[in-house]
């Protein structure tokens, strides 16, 4: 498809478990974001990638969440040992680089609405 | 770091002109950027500012003044449609992400 498609669209799993949350950017988007958005929030920044490298990890909020991208592609991010306030929305974005031009819109995907029991 | 502040909601009527405002502090930044997300949907881009100044794409406006620290986003001719967040953000010059403000509800009654 020609925008970032993220899965599962929704994810219910216990409290305790790990889930794992996947994104596919845009084609030929080298920078690759994830954000955090709580129910009336705005978007919590958690990692950013510019290709496979994440020079960026300081929004992860505790060493549960990872996030690794191969190829320059997909990105799949990882919540290990799940908590209730776990829960909410995770968007993943994608853009051109963003290096020295100042202006790359990011292109967002649906989601992925998590809860936790 | 950078801070940006917005109200959280805004209401108007259809036809009408409604302005959400952003003020922000940070230590230098490109431009400001808006998105637009609808209830359950992806945020999607609706402009950015660069420059001082305003910046018209159709029914919809945004001015920034980096001597004021203030920014708004101008929609005129509200349609229904029009209801949703509206989140402001910035890119600091030292980084490669954004930094979003907390979002506006605008809710558009006929």
């Known amino acids: 498809g020609a925008g970032v498609s993220q899965s599962p669209s929704n994810k219910v799993t216990e409290k305790g478990k790990d889930v794992e949350l996947r994104c596919d950017p845009i084609s030929g988007h080298t920078a690759l974001y994830w954000y955090r958005q709580s129910l009336g929030q705005g978007l919590e920044f958690l990692i950013y990638f510019q290709g496979n490298s994440a020079p960026d990890k300081s929004g992860l909020p505790s060493d549960r969440f990872s996030a690794?991208?191969?190829?320059?592609?997909v990105s799949t991010l990882t919540i290990q040992r799940t908590q209730q306030e776990d829960s909410a929305v995770y968007l993943c974005a994608s853009s051109l680089n963003p290096g020295p031009l100042p202006n790359q819109p990011q292109h967002f995907g649906d989601g992925t609405r998590l809860s936790i029991l | 770091g950078q801070s940006l502040e917005q109200p959280s909601e805004v209401t108007a009527v259809e036809?009408?002109?409604?302005?959400?405002?952003?003020?922000?502090?940070?230590?230098?930044f490109y431009g400001l950027s808006w998105y637009q997300?609808?209830?359950?949907?992806?945020?999607?881009?609706?402009?950015?500012?660069?420059?001082?100044?305003?910046?018209?794409t159709g029914r919809f406006s945004s001015f920034l003044s980096r001597s004021d620290s203030y920014g708004y986003l101008l929609l005129q001719e509200l349609q229904m449609k029009d209801s949703a967040s509206y989140f402001c953000a910035v890119r600091p010059v030292q980084d490669?992400?954004?930094?979003?403000?907390?979002?506006t509800m605008l809710l558009v009654s006929p």
Do not use: M, W
């Not at chain 1, 690794?68 to 592609?73: D, L, V, Y």
């Not at chain 2, 609808?38 to 609706?46: E, I, S, V, W």
């Open chain 1, 68 to 73: 690794e991208r191969t190829g320059g592609s």
């Open chain 2, 96 to 103: 490669s992400t954004l930094t979003f403000g907390k979002g």
């Open chain 2, 15 to 28: 036809g009408a002109i409604v302005q959400i405002n952003c003020t922000y502090q940070t230590s230098g």
């Open chain 2, 37 to 56: 997300q609808h209830d359950g949907g992806a945020p999607t881009f609706l402009s950015y500012n660069a420059l001082d100044g305003l910046e018209e």
